[in-house]
């Protein structure tokens, strides 16, 4: 994919990927799923999504899932606008960083992403995009404050979430977050090509991005916020979810323990060079005579 036009010059890394578009753009705002073989559970979210008639386009960020859940008739009897399916190397976030880049190809404003294996409640989404056209660069859904729902969450779960991930991403990003593990946000486009973000590069492959983005955009002081959204783990069957055993696990803290020491910021080199106001015009033709204040006081 090329740079889009309306990214600032910066590096630009994006998996290679197929597009299948379905219906013209229809909104300002785009709700990106990334998924991998999520079956019937993308399947019920996408149902609810339909119901929920939210003004916003809808685009599967597609790993490259092999169980047969996202075919195309499917897809549009439920409204989704777009099927990109990664090609290239990487994982969630090169999955987000392909979205990411289309979403700004094509114009829109800004991009919500949640989660497609159906633990996250829609219906928080319109509070999202109210959230964007009020001016807010990054919204944080969080189960944890008040309005917001934890339901059946593993006990490991919780306690990693609320002792470890989420304190020390507080830590680095020198604000309060209460539930930094969750997927269910938005982003402005003015925060997704901020050069000094510099979210569009290899380095970020695994679950890396989602902890990074936290941390440099309440570093760089972009507008954030969290709001309350649900979370639902089901009551008699195993956490979905792609991280599993002890090298999960270590894969995941060890990705969060890079991005609280900056190893993820960009280098200088990648950076814009600072901005420096035009100098006026010379000034063209004779002086004006230098003022008398003594002449002027008669």
Request: net charge neutral.
């Amino acid at each position: 994919m090329e740079r889009p036009a309306s990214l600032p010059p910066q590096p630009f890394e994006v998996p290679e990927f197929e597009s299948a578009v379905f219906a013209p753009k229809g909104s300002r705002f785009l709700l990106m799923i990334p998924v991998i073989n999520e079956g019937a559970r993308v399947r019920s979210q996408l149902d609810r999504l339909h119901l929920l008639s939210a003004d916003i386009d809808v685009a599967i960020a597609d790993g490259g899932s092999t169980d047969g859940s996202l075919d195309e008739a499917f897809l549009r009897a439920k409204g989704v606008r777009t099927l990109l399916t990664k090609t290239g190397p990487g994982r969630l976030s090169a999955q987000m960083r392909m979205g990411f880049a289309w979403a700004l190809e094509e114009g829109y404003e800004g991009v919500v992403t949640i989660d497609g294996n159906g633990k996250d409640g829609v219906e928080a989404i319109p509070e999202m995009i109210r959230s964007l056209e009020d001016g807010f660069d990054f919204v944080q859904g969080s189960r944890y404050i008040e309005g917001g729902v934890a339901e059946n969450t593993p006990l490991d779960r919780h306690l990693a979430v609320r002792l470890v991930h989420a304190p020390l991403i507080s830590l680095a990003s020198r604000r309060w977050y209460t539930d930094t593990t969750n997927g269910f946000r938005a982003h402005s486009a003015r925060l997704l090509s901020d050069p000094r973000m510099s979210i569009f590069r290899d380095v970020f492959s695994d679950y890396n991005l989602h902890y990074y983005m936290s941390i440099r955009a309440a570093r760089l002081k972009f507008k954030s916020k969290e709001i309350p959204v649900r979370r639902s783990y089901p009551a008699d069957a195993p956490p979905p979810s792609k991280i599993s055993g002890w090298a999960g696990k270590k894969r995941v803290l060890d990705q969060l323990f890079a991005a609280v020491l900056g190893s993820y910021d960009p280098s200088p080199q990648d950076l814009p060079p600072p901005f420096s106001p035009p100098l006026p015009p010379p000034v063209s033709g004779p002086r004006p005579a230098p003022r008398n204040p003594k002449e002027e006081s008669r």
